[in-house]
């Protein structure tokens, strides 16, 4: 099983909808979970920290299921400009940081 | 403004040439990293480092050498011997984690063509 696996998608959604996805990780010891948006050709930006339980900023909301080890995102109210490509990063314990290869996403007007 | 810079946006090098890429941060951080992006990939860890004069190995560091003199920058040398160098090249910074950082903030990056 691969370290860190997302669906690479792209998720082709309309406008307006809410759209999720799914990052699983295999490393139970894993310490701390994050978010990181990438526009192409760009450089990754870090969206949402993913702690405990979860947190939620403005319509988007990460979610935590440490016993099925996977972190989510929701994306409420799609706008154009939230299609790009979003990575799943997960840190070890040993401070190894593991990127997902991402999940594309095309909001479509 | 704080941030990290990266430079050149892109780069073109004759096959069998060294050439470096620059990494400067003005954040204070005292980690830094380089990673590489292929089309298509996740990020593959060269090298980082968590204080001045120390660095290691990530998954990918064969034909890639860096130095770390100074705590601001971090620049990433990318040898002959590298057999496939096209490719993206990201730095980042972030507070070493045992001093409570976990979060990685990213220059713009470096795109190198190899001709």
């Known amino acids: 099983r691969k370290e860190v696996e997302q669906d690479p998608g792209p998720f082709n959604v309309p406008e307006g909808a809410t759209v999720a996805f799914n990052c699983t990780y295999s490393?139970?010891?894993?310490?701390?979970f994050f978010w990181y948006r990438q526009d192409c050709r760009k450089e990754p930006k870090l969206l949402m920290s993913?702690?405990?339980s979860g947190n939620e900023d403005g319509r988007f909301t990460a979610q935590l299921n440490r016993a099925s080890q996977y972190i989510s995102l929701l994306i409420r109210d799609s706008k154009l400009s939230d299609s790009a490509t979003y990575l799943c990063v997960v840190n070890l314990r040993d401070d190894k940081i593991i990127f997902g290869k991402g999940t594309r996403l095309h909001i479509l007007p | 403004d704080g941030g990290i810079t990266q430079s050149p946006k892109y780069l073109f090098r004759k096959e069998g040439q060294n050439v470096t890429l620059s990494c400067e941060q003005n954040?204070?951080?005292?980690?830094m990293y380089w990673y590489r992006q292929d089309p298509g990939q996740g990020l593959r860890l060269i090298y980082y480092s968590q204080i001045v004069n120390d660095f290691q190995k990530g998954d990918i560091a064969e034909g890639y050498s860096v130095s770390r003199e100074k705590k601001e920058s971090f620049p990433l040398t990318v040898t002959s011997a590298q057999k496939n160098p096209t490719a993206f090249y990201l730095c980042a910074s972030s507070i070493p984690r045992d001093r409570g950082g976990d979060t990685q903030y990213f220059g713009p990056g470096t795109r190198l063509t190899v001709l």
């Open positions: 490393n139970s010891a894993s310490q701390s």
């Open positions: 993913v702690y405990s």
């Open positions: 954040l204070n951080h005292d980690a």
